[in-house]
């Protein structure tokens, strides 16, 4: 199921930050990047996100936020991002209920597949990517930059 030109299912997830995210409230304003991963502390998901916060800058520069998404709680987020040093809210989606909105489940394991969409200002998704496995990362900060100045 692809949403490419679709508008993205809106949301509101508990996030790290400690407050409450919905994905509307940037509608008009920014252009949001939604990395889904399988699990905090996991080996492939701690480079993928470190390296999307790390680059946290130049995504605001491109006028993008960054919301990483998976099952784990709040407080294994916030346990993950003070031990990997990720500065990104990372949200909750503990019944993996926004993962299946987009498609990105992998039920077997109840935990999200790894996946990056870009949505535009206007809520609408510009580019997505899904990894074939879990344990794949392809799709570096870098890749999803370059979509964005696209728009």
């Not at 503990?94 to 077997?108: F, H, I, L, N, P």
Request: aromatic share 8%; with cysteine.
């Amino acid at each position: 199921m692809s949403l490419l030109g679709q508008p993205a299912p809106d949301f509101t997830l508990p996030s790290s930050t400690g407050e409450n995210i919905t994905l509307g409230s940037y509608r008009g304003q920014k252009h949001v990047v939604l990395v889904f991963y399988p699990l905090d502390f996991s080996p492939v998901c701690s480079m993928q996100l470190p390296e999307y916060s790390g680059r946290q800058d130049d995504f605001a520069d491109a006028g993008a936020v960054i919301l990483g998404i998976n099952r784990d709680s709040v407080h294994a987020h916030k346990a993950w991002a003070a031990d990997y040093g990720i500065e990104v809210p990372l949200l909750a989606d503990m019944k993996c209920d926004v993962a299946r909105q987009y498609g990105v489940t992998v039920d077997e394991r109840g935990v999200s597949g790894r996946a990056v969409f870009l949505i535009d200002r206007e809520g609408v998704v510009r580019f997505e990517h899904v990894e074939a496995k879990p344990s794949e990362y392809t799709i570096r900060p870098e890749v999803v930059l370059s979509k964005i100045t696209e728009l």
